[in-house]
Nanobody, 123 residues
Framework: QVQLVESGGGLVQAGGSLRLSCAAA????????MGWFRQAPGKEREFVAA???????YYADSVKGRFTISRDNAKNTVYLQMSSLKPEDTAVYYC?????????????????WGQGTQVTVSS
């Protein structure tokens, strides 16, 4: 069974940094795109960042310049390095796998999802 295991969430002050990790198990995702999404209470899930199999990246305007997505195919893991965090970044963050090689911000095109990890940014 495919599993995406997320870690690294927590509480951080505004302006601080946090690194999220997502390890995939049950399949090898080295040839597929991976992405990060987030969802705040009462709001729809939104795109954050995505990375292709050959490290092409795409970011939402709200996080561009502050967040960096990367992957380690040998470890079947994707990372999200977050810096200059703002209270509005507070959300549950989800990693996802798209069974294609190219990136897309459309959450409907992703096939597998993690359970999410909470990120809370205090003011």
């Amino acid at each position: 069974q495919v599993q995406l295991v997320e870690s690294g969430g927590g509480l951080v002050q505004a302006g601080g940094s946090l690194r999220l990790s997502c390890a995939a198990a049950g399949h090898t995702f080295s040839r597929y795109a991976m992405g990060w999404f987030r969802q705040a209470p009462g709001k729809e899930r939104e795109f954050v960042a995505a990375i292709s199999w050959n490290n092409s990246t795409y970011y939402a305007d709200s996080v561009k310049g502050r967040f960096t997505i990367s992957r380690d195919n040998a470890k079947n893991t994707v990372y999200l390095q977050m810096s200059s965090l703002k209270p509005e970044d507070t959300a549950v963050y989800y990693c996802a796998v798209r069974l294609r090689s190219a990136v897309t911000p459309n959450l409907n095109e992703y096939d597998y999802w993690g359970q999410g990890t909470q990120v809370t940014v205090s003011s």
